[in-house]
């Protein structure tokens, strides 16, 4: 199945995903074909070579590509493996080395935890000495708020909330989830009645990126005139100032929702219950349009094994999760910090570093 609900599997084409699904699990499978055939073949398939002026100008001792799942890095291993350069990798998100076939092998690859180090060796045919374990380098700032956090009088100011007593952060899914605004009426609702108490408030963060945006206001129009809720329409990018926001919101929020996401780990950072919608809003979907598909991709198993996300099933299911956490947000403190320790590495505010002494140690090595 595909990850994406708004496009068919198998990059598009539901037909092919049998063929796919062969091919990954025959060859797929080879350490001779991942290490040696494959990006032999790569590189006689794809000849044009747009770095080669480049290595000729400079002629690097060591190549180092932050997002190896991808052009244009796979092209630089590439002539770096022409040439008999040694190489660095790392793949930008903890999702990609379970997602995606990587056509080129680096010497070196960097990884952000011990789960994506076993997917590192176990499917991607690296040897255990060709594996570093660094960390999330993003989560660095999560260990100085008194240093990066916006102060909460003024970031509750920016959006409205100054009065408010509980703050349900909803992060949207964008084209992973087509149902949110289900439960955001929903949850809106429950607000109105008074469910959590008279001064909460839905705060929700679309997937503001450019590609997306267009998509994503469409998707809440009808919502956006609600008194009980509130959007940051924050345009997302990798700035300092954006990842401050965007930290100091799940610093500021009781209670974080999200759809099996990278944001369960940044929530467990800051110590907040987490729920993670399992249910297809007001209607059910076919599986590869259903949010319960993301549930069986193997990095979200890695949260869900520590049971530090509470996965509602139903709207009941969900509101009673919800009234339990806003309650008593100590509700599976230790399995939060479990799920750091498991995912976070070290969490210590040192990734950064250790990925800089890592590409270090490999020049002229």
């Known amino acids: ?127 255990d000495n060709q594996v570093s374990v660094v960390g999330f380098p993003q989560f660095d700032i999560c260990a100085y708020p008194s ?69 994503e206001r469409e998707k809440y129009k009808s919502l956006e005139n609600d008194s009980n809720i509130v959007f940051n329409w924050q345009k997302r990018s990798d700035s300092l100032e954006s990842k401050k926001n965007f930290i100091s919101m799940l610093a500021y929020a009781d209670v974080i929702i999200s759809i099996f996401s990278t944001t369960a780990i940044e929530a467990a950072i800051f110590d907040k219950p987490t729920i993670t919608i399992g249910f297809d809003g007001y209607k059910k979907r076919p599986y590869n349009q259903s949010i319960v598909r993301l549930e069986d991709m193997s990095h979200f198993r890695n949260v869900l094994e520590t049971g530090s996300v509470k996965v509602v099933r139903s709207f009941p299911h969900l509101k009673e999760t919800l009234s339990l956490y806003l309650e008593n947000p100590a509700i599976d403190m230790v399995a939060r910090k479990a799920l750091v320790a498991k995912m976070c590495y070290k969490n210590d505010g040192g990734a950064s570093k250790r990925i800089a002494d890592f590409i270090l140690s490999k020049i002229n090595a």
């Open 147 to 215: 240093k990066y956090l916006v102060p909460r009088d003024q970031f509750k100011k920016v959006f409205g909330l100054e009065e408010i007593d509980k703050i349900i952060l909803f992060i949207s899914g964008a084209a992973y989830s087509l149902d949110e605004p289900d439960v955001i009426r929903e949850i809106s609702k429950w607000i109105g009645e008074g469910k959590f108490g008279s001064k909460t408030k839905l705060f929700v963060r679309p997937y503001a990126i450019a590609r997306d945006i267009k998509r």
């Open 1 to 127: 199945f595909g990850a994406r609900a708004d496009i068919p599997p198998a990059g598009g084409n539901r037909h092919i995903a049998p063929v796919k699904a062969l091919i990954a699990a025959t060859f797929g499978r080879s350490k001779f074909v991942k290490t040696k055939f494959t990006p032999w073949l790569f590189q006689k398939i794809f000849r044009k070579r747009p770095y080669k002026d480049i290595f000729d100008k400079y002629s690097p001792d060591l190549v180092v590509t932050p997002n190896l799942a991808f052009f244009p890095d796979i092209e630089l291993v590439s002539e770096a493996k022409r040439r008999g350069i040694k190489t660095v990798g790392m793949v930008m998100n903890w999702d990609h080395l379970n997602k995606y076939y990587i056509p080129m092998h680096a010497d070196w690859i960097m990884v952000q935890n011990e789960p994506m180090r076993r997917e590192a060796v176990g499917w991607h045919c690296y040897e």
